[in-house]
Protein backbone atom coordinates (compact mmCIF):
# COMPACT_ATOMS: atom_id res chain seq x y z
CA UNK A 1 0.00 0.00 0.00
CA UNK A 2 1.08 3.73 -0.94
CA UNK A 3 1.49 5.92 1.84
CA UNK A 4 1.22 9.25 2.31
CA UNK A 5 2.33 11.35 -0.86
CA UNK A 6 3.72 14.57 -0.35
CA UNK A 7 4.69 17.50 -3.50
CA UNK A 8 7.30 18.92 -3.73
CA UNK A 9 9.64 17.12 -1.81
CA UNK A 10 11.98 19.98 -2.18
CA UNK A 11 10.72 23.66 -2.51
CA UNK A 12 13.05 26.46 -2.57
CA UNK A 13 11.30 29.94 -4.11
CA UNK A 14 11.47 33.91 -3.22
CA UNK A 15 9.53 35.95 -0.64
CA UNK A 16 6.48 37.11 -2.17
CA UNK A 17 5.88 34.18 -3.88
CA UNK A 18 2.60 31.82 -3.56
CA UNK A 19 3.72 28.02 -2.34
CA UNK A 20 1.38 25.26 -2.56
CA UNK A 21 1.93 21.77 -0.85
CA UNK A 22 0.29 18.71 -1.70
CA UNK A 23 -0.90 15.91 0.05
CA UNK A 24 -2.55 12.28 -0.97
CA UNK A 25 -3.73 10.56 2.48
CA UNK A 26 -3.67 6.48 2.48
CA UNK A 27 -7.10 5.48 1.51
CA UNK A 28 -9.91 4.89 3.43
CA UNK A 29 -8.59 7.01 6.26
CA UNK A 30 -10.69 10.00 7.23
CA UNK A 31 -8.67 12.26 8.97
CA UNK A 32 -5.55 14.28 7.59
CA UNK A 33 -3.40 16.85 9.44
CA UNK A 34 -0.91 19.35 8.50
CA UNK A 35 2.35 20.06 10.43
CA UNK A 36 4.97 22.15 10.29
CA UNK A 37 8.56 21.49 11.20
CA UNK A 38 11.86 23.98 12.89
CA UNK A 39 14.43 23.21 14.76
CA UNK A 40 13.65 26.50 16.89
CA UNK A 41 9.44 25.67 17.25
CA UNK A 42 9.28 21.43 16.88
CA UNK A 43 6.74 19.86 15.22
CA UNK A 44 3.37 22.11 15.22
CA UNK A 45 -0.11 21.26 14.25
CA UNK A 46 -1.16 23.79 11.43
CA UNK A 47 -4.64 22.61 11.05
CA UNK A 48 -6.79 19.37 10.64
CA UNK A 49 -9.80 17.67 8.95
CA UNK A 50 -12.31 15.06 9.67
CA UNK A 51 -14.05 13.41 6.61
CA UNK A 52 -12.58 16.35 4.12
CA UNK A 53 -13.66 19.36 6.83
CA UNK A 54 -11.46 21.69 8.51
CA UNK A 55 -12.11 20.78 12.06
CA UNK A 56 -9.32 23.18 13.61
CA UNK A 57 -7.13 25.36 12.21
CA UNK A 58 -6.24 27.17 16.09
CA UNK A 59 -2.60 26.56 14.50
CA UNK A 60 -2.15 28.01 11.52
CA UNK A 61 0.19 31.27 11.45
CA UNK A 62 -1.76 33.88 10.42
CA UNK A 63 -4.06 34.56 6.93
CA UNK A 64 -0.98 33.80 4.39
CA UNK A 65 -1.85 30.51 5.11
CA UNK A 66 -4.71 28.38 3.97
CA UNK A 67 -5.46 24.93 3.27
CA UNK A 68 -7.84 22.70 1.54
CA UNK A 69 -9.48 19.13 1.41
CA UNK A 70 -12.04 19.11 -1.74
CA UNK A 71 -12.04 15.25 -1.83
CA UNK A 72 -10.90 12.06 0.20
CA UNK A 73 -8.08 11.63 -1.15
CA UNK A 74 -6.18 15.20 -1.87
CA UNK A 75 -5.05 17.86 0.14
CA UNK A 76 -3.14 21.47 -0.39
CA UNK A 77 -2.17 23.75 1.65
CA UNK A 78 -0.79 27.16 0.66
CA UNK A 79 1.19 30.02 1.49
CA UNK A 80 0.92 33.50 -0.06
CA UNK A 81 2.55 35.82 -0.04
CA UNK A 82 6.03 33.47 1.63
CA UNK A 83 8.16 35.21 3.66
CA UNK A 84 11.71 33.83 5.16
CA UNK A 85 10.44 32.88 8.15
CA UNK A 86 7.83 30.34 6.48
CA UNK A 87 10.85 28.46 5.67
CA UNK A 88 10.83 24.46 7.53
CA UNK A 89 10.20 21.21 6.66
CA UNK A 90 5.90 20.63 6.33
CA UNK A 91 4.49 17.42 6.82
CA UNK A 92 0.88 16.06 6.07
CA UNK A 93 0.15 12.75 7.93
CA UNK A 94 -3.86 10.97 7.84
CA UNK A 95 -5.04 8.42 9.78
CA UNK A 96 -8.55 6.38 10.93
CA UNK A 97 -10.23 9.20 13.18
CA UNK A 98 -10.37 8.51 16.91
CA UNK A 99 -7.06 7.92 18.56
CA UNK A 100 -5.48 6.06 15.98
CA UNK A 101 -1.66 6.48 14.80
CA UNK A 102 -1.31 8.52 11.85
CA UNK A 103 1.05 8.27 9.23
CA UNK A 104 3.12 11.27 8.20
CA UNK A 105 4.20 11.47 4.50
CA UNK A 106 7.88 11.88 3.38
CA UNK A 107 7.63 16.11 4.09
CA UNK A 108 8.17 19.14 2.08
CA UNK A 109 10.97 20.87 2.31
CA UNK A 110 10.45 24.94 1.56
CA UNK A 111 13.13 27.48 1.54
CA UNK A 112 11.46 30.94 1.02
CA UNK A 113 14.96 32.99 0.05
CA UNK B 1 1.65 23.42 30.27
CA UNK B 2 3.86 20.45 28.76
CA UNK B 3 1.41 17.41 27.71
CA UNK B 4 4.65 15.27 27.58
CA UNK B 5 7.70 15.73 28.64
CA UNK B 6 10.81 13.64 27.61
CA UNK B 7 13.41 14.67 30.08
CA UNK B 8 16.17 13.13 28.14
CA UNK B 9 17.73 15.89 25.20
CA UNK B 10 20.51 13.68 24.18
CA UNK B 11 21.82 10.62 24.70
CA UNK B 12 25.07 9.05 23.54
CA UNK B 13 26.08 5.27 23.78
CA UNK B 14 27.89 2.93 21.89
CA UNK B 15 26.62 0.15 19.79
CA UNK B 16 25.39 -2.92 21.67
CA UNK B 17 24.65 -0.66 24.64
CA UNK B 18 21.11 -0.66 25.73
CA UNK B 19 19.61 2.79 25.74
CA UNK B 20 15.86 3.97 27.55
CA UNK B 21 14.31 7.07 26.99
CA UNK B 22 11.60 8.34 29.48
CA UNK B 23 8.52 9.49 28.54
CA UNK B 24 6.25 11.14 31.36
CA UNK B 25 2.56 12.54 30.28
CA UNK B 26 -0.14 14.66 31.75
CA UNK B 27 -3.87 13.77 30.97
CA UNK B 28 -7.44 14.17 33.10
CA UNK B 29 -9.13 11.92 30.52
CA UNK B 30 -9.21 8.60 31.23
CA UNK B 31 -9.07 7.16 27.70
CA UNK B 32 -6.23 8.25 26.09
CA UNK B 33 -3.40 6.34 24.07
CA UNK B 34 0.15 7.01 23.98
CA UNK B 35 2.55 7.21 20.51
CA UNK B 36 6.19 6.59 19.81
CA UNK B 37 7.79 7.96 16.15
CA UNK B 38 11.58 7.38 15.10
CA UNK B 39 12.75 10.23 13.09
CA UNK B 40 15.72 8.99 11.63
CA UNK B 41 18.44 11.88 9.84
CA UNK B 42 16.65 11.45 6.58
CA UNK B 43 13.92 13.20 8.22
CA UNK B 44 10.18 11.21 7.67
CA UNK B 45 8.87 10.52 10.58
CA UNK B 46 8.16 6.57 11.37
CA UNK B 47 5.22 5.37 13.40
CA UNK B 48 6.65 2.85 15.89
CA UNK B 49 3.92 1.98 18.47
CA UNK B 50 0.06 2.79 19.76
CA UNK B 51 -0.70 2.20 23.18
CA UNK B 52 -4.27 2.95 24.94
CA UNK B 53 -4.39 3.36 28.22
CA UNK B 54 -6.70 0.46 29.54
CA UNK B 55 -3.57 -1.67 27.96
CA UNK B 56 -0.54 -1.89 30.37
CA UNK B 57 0.86 -4.98 29.40
CA UNK B 58 4.82 -4.05 28.20
CA UNK B 59 5.17 -4.80 24.64
CA UNK B 60 8.61 -6.03 22.60
CA UNK B 61 9.19 -5.79 19.38
CA UNK B 62 12.30 -7.20 17.94
CA UNK B 63 14.92 -4.91 20.06
CA UNK B 64 12.31 -2.31 20.92
CA UNK B 65 10.51 -2.63 24.12
CA UNK B 66 7.81 -0.10 25.98
CA UNK B 67 7.24 -0.16 29.49
CA UNK B 68 3.64 1.47 30.40
CA UNK B 69 2.74 1.99 33.70
CA UNK B 70 -0.41 4.82 34.53
CA UNK B 71 0.78 5.01 38.17
CA UNK B 72 3.57 7.25 37.38
CA UNK B 73 2.30 8.41 33.77
CA UNK B 74 5.01 7.07 31.72
CA UNK B 75 5.75 5.29 28.39
CA UNK B 76 9.04 4.24 28.66
CA UNK B 77 10.84 3.09 25.35
CA UNK B 78 13.78 0.82 25.18
CA UNK B 79 16.17 -0.32 22.87
CA UNK B 80 18.15 -3.54 23.25
CA UNK B 81 21.48 -3.56 21.58
CA UNK B 82 21.64 -0.47 19.66
CA UNK B 83 22.82 -0.54 16.38
CA UNK B 84 24.50 2.98 14.48
CA UNK B 85 20.81 2.23 12.25
CA UNK B 86 18.77 3.44 15.59
CA UNK B 87 20.17 6.76 15.71
CA UNK B 88 17.45 9.00 15.38
CA UNK B 89 15.03 11.26 17.35
CA UNK B 90 12.51 9.77 19.15
CA UNK B 91 9.41 11.37 19.84
CA UNK B 92 7.12 10.74 22.43
CA UNK B 93 2.86 11.58 21.92
CA UNK B 94 -0.14 11.85 23.45
CA UNK B 95 -3.62 11.60 22.29
CA UNK B 96 -6.80 12.50 24.19
CA UNK B 97 -10.57 12.24 23.00
CA UNK B 98 -10.79 15.74 25.33
CA UNK B 99 -8.32 17.82 22.70
CA UNK B 100 -10.13 15.89 19.59
CA UNK B 101 -7.28 13.47 19.70
CA UNK B 102 -4.78 16.06 18.26
CA UNK B 103 -0.99 14.57 19.00
CA UNK B 104 0.39 16.20 21.80
CA UNK B 105 4.55 15.90 21.03
CA UNK B 106 7.11 16.02 23.12
CA UNK B 107 10.39 17.98 22.62
CA UNK B 108 11.99 14.69 21.12
CA UNK B 109 15.32 12.58 22.35
CA UNK B 110 17.89 12.90 20.14
CA UNK B 111 20.02 9.39 20.13
CA UNK B 112 23.20 8.83 18.69
CA UNK B 113 24.81 5.25 18.63
CA UNK B 114 28.81 5.19 18.15
CA UNK B 115 29.95 2.72 16.10
Known amino acids: DAGVIQSPRHEVTEMGQEVTLRCKPI?????LFWYRQTMMRGLELLIYFNNNVPIDDSGMPEDRFSAKMPNASFSTLKIQPSEPRDSAVYFC???????????FGPGTRLTVL | AQKVTQAQTEISVVEKEDVTLDCVYETRDTTYYLFWYKQPPSGELVFLIR??????QNEISGRYSWNFQKSTSSFNFTITASQVVDSAVYFCALSEPSNDYKLSFGAGTTVTVRA
Open chain 1, 93 to 103: ASSLAGGYEQF
Open chain 2, 51 to 56: RNSFDE
Open chain 1, 27 to 31: SGHNS
